[in-house]
């Protein structure tokens, strides 16, 4: 059995209860399934800060590139608000997007029928809802320079960040975001501000280029990224894979996150371009939900956006398809049980915390198994 190998960074606030009820599911595959992972931990984020006073120490950094795939909790808390900008949690997470060249975020934005009642918007509008928001991660606004402050001398100061992107950068995203489509619902709508942006034009001039020259077959619709994002809470079953910039992507991205429940709910793959020889994309796994610090410690996070970015890893980084599935189907009858964390829980169901959560994810993929 080929040995697989993960880099565990479950970093700060519930970071690191989520990342250990996905810590007994790898055991539990490597002893009853002969699965072969094989995990080393490292710090990111405030931990890291706290260790070493980096956000990620460049050991970790190699580990990570040399891991097949990086699993990811969350960093950041009050507790570092005051670190020097270029060692704050997130930058920790950036490095890791930009040095191993991360460039496609995969969010999809499902939402699991046991929950239609818990989003802020009516069951009829989210029920059934499966969208995939393609975000470009490593350029654009993120990573344009100049980024600074620079002191004008007369009692002002100019903050400035650079939004730029290159046309290789939008050929790649959008590629990703037409093959994703073939594989689901065949329809991409292309998100940015044209109307104001100069890489707005850019972008949707090379989208509509790369979808003539190689992906015609994919419907292609392109939408100005605020009517886009007023069209995500008016009627988002409209939608099958949105492209977007990297801080649209951000932006977008937390809004689909609500559709769907609890930002709790979501995971996320972010890969890199296929190695030339080996065909393998270099890949980070985390939940879209952030370190929560107001309730980290408790014991009662939801670790079901840990655990669904864990089954995204077994399909896109270890093509395990049936493990995943199996996974992605034992967290949505867990929840048709009536199980529910605090941040998903209604009227009449059953609260559990973390490790409960945990617990019966794990029992009911050992019995989906059987
Ligand atoms: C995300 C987060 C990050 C981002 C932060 C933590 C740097 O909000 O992954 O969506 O802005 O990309
Ligand atoms: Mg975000």
Request: overall charge negative.
């Given at each position: 059995?080929?040995?697989?190998?993960?880099?565990?960074?479950?970093?700060?606030?519930?970071?690191?209860?989520?990342?250990?009820?996905?810590?007994?599911?790898?055991?539990?595959?490597?002893?009853?399934?002969?699965?072969?992972?094989?995990?080393?931990?490292?710090?990111?984020?405030?931990?890291?800060?706290?260790?070493?006073?980096?956000?990620?120490?460049?050991?970790?950094?190699?580990?990570?590139?040399?891991?097949?795939?990086?699993?990811?909790?969350?960093?950041?808390?009050?507790?570092?608000?005051?670190?020097?900008?270029?060692?704050?949690?997130?930058?920790?997470?950036?490095?890791?997007?930009?040095?191993?060249?991360?460039?496609?975020?995969?969010?999809?934005?499902?939402?699991?029928?046991?929950?239609?009642?818990?989003?802020?918007?009516?069951?009829?509008?989210?029920?059934?809802?499966?969208?995939?928001?393609?975000?470009e991660?490593?350029?654009?606004?993120?990573?344009?320079?100049?980024?600074?402050?620079?002191?004008?001398?007369?009692?002002?100061?100019?903050?400035?960040?650079?939004q730029v992107y290159d046309t290789f950068e939008i050929e790649r995203i959008s590629g990703?975001a037409f093959?994703?489509?073939?594989?689901?619902?065949?329809?991409v709508?292309s998100m940015e501000k044209h109307n104001v942006m100069k890489s707005g034009v850019l972008w949707k001039e090379v989208v509509s280029a790369t979808h003539k020259a190689k992906y015609s077959?994919?419907?292609l619709t392109h939408m100005l990224a605020?009517?886009?994002?007023?069209?995500?809470?008016?009627?988002?079953?409209?939608?099958?894979?949105?492209v977007t910039d990297?801080?649209?992507?951000?932006?977008?991205?937390?809004?689909?996150?609500?559709?769907?429940?609890?930002?709790?709910?979501?995971?996320?793959?972010?890969?890199?371009?296929?190695?030339?020889?080996?065909?393998?994309?270099?890949?980070?796994?985390?939940?879209?939900?952030?370190?929560?610090?107001?309730?980290?410690?408790?014991?009662?996070?939801?670790?079901?956006?840990?655990?669904?970015?864990?089954?995204?890893?077994?399909?896109?980084?270890?093509?395990?398809?049936?493990?995943?599935?199996?996974?992605?189907?034992?967290?949505?009858?867990?929840?048709?049980?009536?199980?529910?964390?605090?941040?998903?829980?209604?009227?009449?169901?059953?609260?559990?915390?973390?490790?409960?959560?945990?617990?019966?994810?794990?029992?009911?993929?050992?019995?989906?198994?059987?």
């Amino acid at each position: 059995m080929a040995t697989r190998k993960l880099l565990l960074l479950p970093g700060d606030g519930i970071g690191p209860e989520a990342m250990a009820q996905v810590t007994r599911l790898i055991d539990v595959l490597n002893s009853d399934f002969n699965a072969g992972f094989e995990t080393q931990t490292g710090l990111v984020g405030g931990s890291a800060y706290d260790a070493h006073g980096q956000s990620i120490s460049e050991e970790d950094m190699k580990l990570a590139l040399a891991a097949d795939a990086v699993l990811f909790g969350a960093v950041g808390g009050p507790k570092w608000d005051s670190v020097p900008y270029e060692v704050r949690p997130e930058a920790g997470l950036l490095r890791l997007r930009k040095d191993m060249e991360l460039f496609a975020n995969l969010r999809p934005a499902i939402c699991y029928p046991a929950l239609a009642a818990s989003s802020s918007l009516k069951p009829e509008v989210v029920e059934g809802l499966d969208i995939l928001i393609v975000r470009e991660l490593t350029g654009g606004v993120y990573f344009g320079d100049p980024k600074e402050i620079i002191d004008l001398g007369n009692g002002q100061k100019r903050g400035i960040d650079t939004q730029v992107y290159d046309t290789f950068e939008i050929e790649r995203i959008s590629g990703v975001a037409f093959e994703l489509a073939r594989t689901r619902q065949n329809k991409v709508c292309s998100m940015e501000k044209h109307n104001v942006m100069k890489s707005g034009v850019l972008w949707k001039e090379v989208v509509s280029a790369t979808h003539k020259a190689k992906y015609s077959d994919v419907e292609l619709t392109h939408m100005l990224a605020d009517a886009g994002g007023m069209q995500l809470v008016r009627w988002p079953k409209q939608f099958d894979v949105i492209v977007t910039d990297n801080l649209f992507g951000d932006m977008l991205s937390d809004v689909a996150a609500m559709l769907t429940g609890s930002l709790g709910m979501l995971p996320s793959a972010s890969l890199g371009a296929p190695d030339g020889v080996t065909g393998k994309r270099k890949a980070l796994y985390e939940p879209v939900h952030g370190s929560a610090p107001d309730i980290a410690g408790q014991g009662v996070a939801n670790p079901i956006a840990m655990i669904a970015s864990f089954a995204m890893c077994l399909r896109y980084s270890f093509n395990m398809i049936e493990e995943a599935d199996r996974l992605e189907k034992a967290i949505a009858e867990v929840l048709n049980d009536g199980l529910r964390t605090k941040d998903i829980m209604s009227e009449g169901m059953n609260e559990v915390g973390t490790e409960a959560m945990g617990d019966a994810i794990i029992a009911k993929y050992r019995a989906l198994a059987a």
